[in-house]
């Protein structure tokens, strides 16, 4: 009852239009969501510039991998669209920073785009990458879990995906990646970040082998998928890959 009469009055004090052309009742209306393209390529998770085919880790990365004797945490990391093209960085932001929580579904319905359109897999779960509870509490709802929720519906309708967002946990407090110019500054900002939760067990029976979909709004240096990949990995994961809308480039 209450949020029905606060919806009704948010609905008058601020009216609900698309943030791309104006149009009427939606945050982002088809034919704006249509308009919406997809990146032509990916690239690889570690060095971020060899374009492979579905964000594979790349023959050069690879062999550092062997070398060091460790497998890769992450196996493939899909970037959905450009943050330069017109009006990503818009929407995004209207969906972390103004909490417009109804944009979730059509920037997930452009990840899952991006999944199909890369011939990845379907997984068995769907891990949103995690806030501090810090973080969550200021924000009040976790993007990444809203997209993933979105996600599990539109990456096999009718049969959600499940989802793990119990299981991972931010155990650092870290200042926003944004907020840090420097890219190995960002990725010592990330390390040891993440953990497993101690109240999931039998946590390894869960993720043996099982194909494991990260996902997050945005990526800065890729160095936040690629703490979570590893904590699931050593608790023994079978293939993880990560998807974004986009990915932020540093100045
Ligand atoms: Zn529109
Ligand atoms: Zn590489």
Redesign the pocket.
Known sequence: MFDGIKKFALDILFPIS?L????PDLW??P??LKRIDLLSFQVCPYCEKAQTASGAICSRCKANFIAKNTPPFLDNMIVATSYNQANISRLVHAFKYSFVRDLGFPLSTVISQAIFDNHLPLPDFIIPVPLHPRRLRWRGFNQAEVLAQDLSENLSPGLPIPLLNQLVIRKKFTPPQMKIKNYSERKKNMQNSFCLADSCHPKKETLRNKKILLVDDISTTGSTLLECAKVLKSAGAGRIYAAVIARQEMK
């Open positions: 698309c791309s052309c104006g149009a982002l209306c034919a704006c």
